[in-house]
């Protein structure tokens, strides 16, 4: 029997293997930086998304406060009135006698209405500032929840990154920049939200 051409499949089979592995090396390469740049976005977008979450949780609690006192203000409004219909009822008694009232009743009626209108200009006022704080509150958690999916959008694409470095393949890794690009969209539609 005559022997054939010998090839050395040993050296093919390494210089096949060397050649996955520098092909295979680069993809791991990419897929670590693209994965990087999503982690660190997405480390930016979750202290956004908690310090937005923190100040919309102090304007609310401002308004609530607010609230409070307008509704003292209302209450205080309320008693003053009171006062001037006891006022009232005190004058219309000496009218119902047939004599003259003392001056003293229909002054402190007037000085109750007064106290009255100016008590009404606070109470609106502090509700003014409340409706504020509770719109602008509103406008943070809004923020809040594109920083928030923005940073749920990164951490799927975290993770595919990782399978597509695991598996070597570069369908999954697609996947991952896809979400993290999109991760990467809302991130910076909310931040330039005013």
């Keep these: ?9 040993e050296k093919l089979h390494e210089a096949i293997q060397e050649e996955m592995e ?6 791991l390469k990419i897929i670590a930086v693209t994965t990087a740049i999503f982690a660190a976005i997405a480390a930016v977008a979750a202290l956004l998304a908690g310090g937005t979450a923190n100040q919309a949780l102090i ?8 609230q409070a006192e307008a509704s003292d203000q209302w209450a205080y409004y309320q008693a003053k009135g009171i006062k001037a219909a006891v006022q009232e009822s005190a004058r219309t008694s ?4 047939g004599k003259a009232a003392p001056a003293q009743y229909g002054e402190a009626e007037k000085r109750y209405a007064k106290e009255q209108a100016e008590i009404a200009k606070v109470a609106k006022e502090k ?4 409706d504020e704080k509770a719109t602008e509150a509103a406008h943070l958690l809004h923020k809040h929840h594109g920083y928030a999916n ?9 993770a595919l990154g990782a399978v597509a470095a695991l598996s070597r393949n570069r369908w999954i890794w697609f996947s991952s920049l896809i979400l993290g690009l999109a991760g990467a969209a809302l991130f910076f539609i909310t931040l330039l939200l005013r």
């Design 1 to 9: 029997m005559t022997e054939g051409p010998e090839i050395e499949t």
């Design 59 to 66: 304007l609310e609690t401002q308004a609530t406060r607010l």
């Design 22 to 27: 520098r092909e295979g090396g680069t993809l």
């Design 127 to 130: 509700e003014h500032q409340r």
């Design 94 to 97: 000496w009218l119902a006698i």
């Design 150 to 158: 923005s940073v749920a959008l990164f951490q799927v694409a975290i």
